[in-house]
């Protein structure tokens, strides 16, 4: 896991390289969002989302915000897996009440017209690359950078069903009666997300992460075949140009997968959904690559003696092995910030109770 280049990073990015420390690094999917007031007051000067992820102003006020709060130990760029079929050419927009609504892609002739635009993407997308840049130049010293995207399964499923689902079945379908063409877009896709993460890396990320949201849904007979081989391929390729930027993967759902999934894609970290047991992850995936996780968001919705329970657990079980402690998915919109406040706290309180 650790690389030489780490031994100077900052304290988060040797964490993910494997190096065990006295005090459990931590961010949250989704902390920079609709939790925050600050938040909702800068998306109302956006005439909507997708422009909001794309005016690196807003976008970087709006990375940062979190940090000036809470003091997370990185920051992750604020954006959306759905970047990537915007950047090629795919009419995304985001409706309240139902979330994103894609153009969907099915036929051989929609992918082809997306191979078509491939050359284009980076150009489409720029904009993230400035806030990355703005982003980095505004972080405190020991403060990381997370870029991101989504793996390719998750953003299949998007681009398939044109929208969100419970099953993802038009995916699934396809990808069963015919392999080819699904293979045929999963090319397409492992591809430009290595481009998009090696020029998130470029304009400053320290490390990236890859969300696989719908992982779960994959049953044993296609699993390594979408979620682990496209994933393999992505970090295979960023990390011949930037070895020493370590790389998470979030296969959300994974299950009994997730010691296969360290093993086979060759990722820094896996990020842990809630539900994996800390003490089974600490035995099993500890010694294969550092974790990442994994309280459940609905936790830090409750807050009180529950959320500090939890958290506990977490930690005395994964803190003493190469650790980030993190969400098993993202902040709800509903979670009090002091709720926030109280468990960064906790976990910087941590290494002084094993003392």
């Known amino acids: 896991m650790s690389q030489p280049a780490a031994i100077q990073a900052k304290s988060l990015i040797r964490a993910l390289h494997g190096e065990i420390q006295a005090r459990p690094n931590f961010w949250f999917m989704r902390q920079a969002g609709r939790y925050l007031p600050e938040y909702r007051e800068i998306r109302a000067k956006a005439p909507n989302f997708v422009q909001l992820c794309l005016t690196p102003e807003l976008a970087t006020e709006i990375t940062l915000q979190p940090l000036r709060r809470f003091a997370m130990d990185a920051a992750i760029l604020f954006s959306d897996i759905l970047m990537v079929p915007y950047g090629l050419g795919v009419r995304l927009e985001f409706k309240e009440g139902e979330g994103p609504v894609?153009?969907?892609?099915?036929s051989a002739e929609d992918i082809q017209r997306l191979q078509g635009t491939a050359d284009r993407f980076l150009?489409?997308?720029?904009?993230?690359?400035?806030?990355?840049?703005?982003v980095a130049k505004g972080l405190p010293l020991d403060t990381a950078l997370i870029g991101f995207a989504g793996a390719p399964w998750t953003v299949a499923c998007y681009m398939i069903e044109?929208?969100?689902?419970?099953?993802?079945?038009?995916?699934?379908?396809?990808a069963l009666t015919d392999p080819g063409l699904f293979q045929t877009l999963m090319d397409l896709l492992v591809d430009v997300t290595s481009r998009y993460l090696n020029a998130q890396i470029e304009a400053g990320a320290e490390a990236v992460q890859l969300?696989?949201?719908?992982?779960?849904?994959?049953?044993?007979?296609?699993?390594?075949k979408w979620a682990i081989e496209p994933v393999r391929e992505i970090v295979e390729r960023v990390q011949s140009r930037h070895p020493a930027v370590p790389?998470?993967?979030f296969p959300k759902g994974a299950g009994v997968h997730y010691a296969e999934y360290a093993t086979l894609t060759g990722v820094e970290c896996v990020g842990l959904d809630a539900g994996v047991p800390p003490e089974w992850a600490a035995k099993v995936l500890q010694p294969l690559s550092a974790v990442q996780g994994n309280l459940d968001p609905l936790l830090l919705v409750a807050g009180g003696k529950a959320l500090e329970a939890a958290a506990l657990r977490i930690l005395n079980a994964l803190g003493r092995g190469?650790?980030?402690f993190n969400?098993?998915?993202?902040?709800v919109p509903e979670t009090p910030p002091e709720n926030v406040a109280r468990l960064a706290a906790l976990i910087r309180a941590w290494h002084h109770r094993q003392a």
């Open 327 to 331: 969400l098993g998915h993202g902040i």
């Open 322 to 324: 190469p650790f980030v």
């Open 211 to 224: 969300f696989d949201t719908w992982a779960g849904i994959l049953p044993d007979g296609e699993f390594a």
């Open 123 to 134: 150009s489409n997308v720029a904009p993230v690359f400035e806030t990355v840049r703005r």
């Open 102 to 106: 894609l153009e969907p892609v099915s």
């Open 247 to 249: 790389i998470i993967a």
């Open 162 to 174: 044109g929208r969100g689902s419970r099953d993802f079945t038009k995916t699934r379908r396809l």
